[in-house]
């Protein structure tokens, strides 16, 4: 959900499911992209492998981090549709870390993105 709105950029379908870094962070690549008149036409192919890399607790604030392996065809087009970079046929593995937090005194029982790394 938050790939697919992050590459289409519409970030406001996530805002309640990302913190304010995040978001911003978001916000200016797709405020980049639009200023260079590019369009992004990704798909994610295939989730390899979602995994716990990591959890903590501070006081009643939780933290997760997962590391997603998946397959994602990529495409950027310009502002006639034509293809500037990437390709439909050529998935690339990708390796990120995503980093959630959750208050767990709240009765919200969603996780908020604060943060993501790529994994080298």
Same mark, same amino acid.
């Given at each position: 959900?938050?790939?697919?709105? &992050? @590459?289409?950029?519409?970030?406001?379908?996530? =805002?309640?499911? /990302? +913190?304010?870094?995040? &978001?911003?962070? !978001?916000?200016?690549?797709?405020?980049? =992209?639009?200023?260079?008149?590019?369009?992004?036409?990704?798909?994610?192919?295939?989730?390899?492998?979602?995994?716990?890399?990591?959890?903590?607790?501070?006081?009643?604030?939780? !933290?997760?981090?997962?590391? !997603?392996?998946? +397959?994602?065809?990529?495409?950027?087009?310009?502002? %006639?549709?034509? /293809? /500037?970079?990437?390709?439909?046929? %050529?998935?690339?593995? *990708? =390796?990120?870390? @995503?980093? !959630?937090? =959750? %208050? *767990?005194?709240?009765? %919200?029982?969603? @996780?908020?993105? /604060?943060?993501?790394?790529?994994?080298?």
């Amino acid at each position: 959900m938050i790939l697919e709105a &992050y @590459w289409h950029g519409e970030l406001d379908k996530v =805002r309640a499911h /990302v +913190d304010e870094n995040v &978001y911003n962070a !978001f916000n200016s690549a797709v405020e980049q =992209r639009a200023k260079e008149g590019l369009k992004l036409d990704n798909r994610l192919v295939h989730i390899d492998q979602a995994v716990i890399s990591a959890a903590s607790l501070e006081h009643s604030v939780a !933290f997760v981090t997962v590391r !997603f392996e998946a +397959d994602i065809a990529a495409i950027t087009r310009n502002k %006639d549709g034509e /293809v /500037v970079a990437g390709s439909m046929s %050529d998935a690339v593995q *990708t =390796r990120d870390l @995503w980093t !959630f937090r =959750r %208050d *767990t005194a709240s009765k %919200d029982p969603n @996780w908020l993105l /604060v943060e993501t790394d790529e994994e080298e």
